[in-house]
């Protein structure tokens, strides 16, 4: 069962082993997941681990060494039928700047065989004031909106969202989580790459975490919080991070993840640190366990 | 819908819009402003059995009867030949009119001759190579270089801006395919290349007096050549994007005005010291002001090298254009 309750056993994709080597670096190695129907997977990593690479050999735009992809329960190369199915959205988008909102919506549903109704879209995607703006005179924020909603224009059964919150203010990411759920409800199977852990923990069934080309954990962000065997996170200015080994620094702080938590908050008083803070783990936590790095 | 983007982003687009638009027709009020005034010299040579008084002083006086062959070599635009109470006129260039003129003359013919009566007047179309005026040479180079403009700028911002920038990783997502794109791409620099020329066209008329405009048999021609140097220009602007990447478009501005210099358009070619009249061969432009000289009635090049040429730039700017967008629609 997926967050919404849903049953999410129709798999819409299904990766088995695939690999991409560079002469200098192996960028994919050996990765295996699957999505559902009515299901968000997060794939979550530092810079380098491979993501993108992953999600365009997955999207048809890069190669691949080994392995195979079954969309929609079959496995095949990309082609016009998958292509019709699936809908993206890049981390850094494209448009003509200079057609307006309405034009590049009809541009785009004119690429595809089937599509959402215009002002159906641009009503879910609050785009209704701009409808006649040209693209280059939006803000950041309504280019994204636009960029996810041409995700979606072509009704797809398979969607891929790259950073789809990125530069936008926390109301507007809010916003745009509703719309997702709100899309996830009528079943697309969505995959969704962030570098915020709290999207990825609020909107995600399943997460897989990448690093070095490998997906090194996966599960519900509860499941990965819980066996991580992380109690609690106690976070305090990096320049105490001596008084613990195994503490991580990751910026202006330090941070434990601890079962004693007793005897780590006895030794930070000791030491006359009092700006310090003790919470329950996150995914962030989890991340920074794994990877030993913040995610940038 | 993609034919119609590229189109109206052609004229929302401000540089587009100055380049494709803007552009040619400042060259052509400027070069108009420098040349205008040698518009109303036609050549006119004239022979006439009577002496007559007062006839235009740019006229050239013939003093013997001139034989066909000679009125052919003469490069005159017009030759007037009045004997024994006829008047035959001879159009070698039919861009310039001088019916008023050729009407005081034959008055003052008839006058000389102390006739009342009406003199007859035989015209004779030679068809053989006009002469240009050179406002009517710039301002059909202003044509070429106006699509060469349109063109090349077109092929820097398909396969450079627009590859770069991520738009065509997106097309490659969809079930868009690359003729569709090409086609699409072509189809509209096509009709911004037709609009700037007939904007020319219209200009140089309104305010030149010049009158480039097109009579109806020959518009199958015009368009084959304005198709033919629009690919050819997509096809260099194709080439710059493959070489030059991102500064494609900086690359495509200093090559176009080497073009200028080179076409032969704002000077004659033979101005230039040999070695660069070499390079002049290699310019398209160069040829794309042939095609339409020639399809203004100058023989610039024969039938059949204006077919070879109109066919082989069309040629080439297809097979550029699609192994452009076939390697930005290839996964990496």
Known sequence: MNKNGQNGNVTVLQVNNIKKYYPSIKAVDDISFEVSAGEIASILGPNGAGKTT?????????????????????????NSEVKN????????????????????????KSLYTKSLDTKELIEIFELGEKVKTRIRHLSGGQKQRLAVALAFVNDPDLVFLDEPTVGLDP???????????????RGKGIVLTTHYMDEAQQLSDRVYIMDHGNII????????????????????????????EDAIVAGEYAYLHTRDTVSAIRELLKNNVTNFVVRHPTLEDVFLKLTGKKID | MLFYSFLTVNFRNTLLFFMNIILP???????GAVFGKQQSQIGVAFYSDRELSEVNSNWKRLDTLPTLEEIKSMGNDVVIVANDGKMDVYLLSTFSSVDSEITIFRLKYASAR?????????????????QLSDLEYI?????????????????????????????????????????????????AQIITGIISSLLVIVISWLVFKVNLFISPQLIVAYLFVVFASIMISLGLGVILSLIFKKSASSIAQILYTIFMFFS?????????????????????????????QKVYGIDTVTNQGFWIICTTFIILGIVLGSYAIGKFLKPA
């Open chain 1, 54 to 78: 992953t999600i365009e050999i997955i999207e048809g735009l890069r190669t691949k060494d080994d392995g195979e992809i079954s969309y929609f329960g079959k496995f095949r190369e990309v």
């Open chain 1, 217 to 244: 954990t996966r599960g519900s962000p509860q499941e990965l919080i819980n066996s991580s065997g992380l109690e609690s996170v106690i976070e305090f200015p990096e320049e105490y991070s001596a008084l613990f």
């Open chain 2, 139 to 187: 301002m059909i180079g202003v044509i070429a270089i106006s699509l060469l403009s349109v063109g090349m700028n077109a092929g820097v911002m398909l396969f450079s801006e627009y590859a770069q920038y991520g738009l065509f990783k997106r097309f490659m997502l969809t079930n868009v395919n690359r003729l569709y794109l090409l086609i699409s791409a072509t189809g």
């Open chain 2, 114 to 130: 102390n006739e009342k009566s009406i003199i007859n007047v035989v015209e004779h179309e030679i068809k053989f190579s006009r």
């Open chain 1, 85 to 108: 199915r699936v809908g993206v959205c890049f981390q850094e988008n494209s448009f003509f700047e200079d057609l307006t909102v309405s034009e590049t919506i009809k541009l785009y």
């Open chain 1, 171 to 185: 109301h507007a990411r809010r916003n745009l989580w509703e719309i997702i759920l709100k899309f996830k409800s």
């Open chain 2, 25 to 31: 027709i400042v060259f052509l009020l400027m070069f």
């Open chain 2, 264 to 292: 032969g358009v704002y000077f004659p070619i033979t101005f230039l010291p040999k070695p660069l009249q070499i390079v002049s061969y290699f310019t398209p432009p160069r040829y794309m002001h042939m095609l339409f």
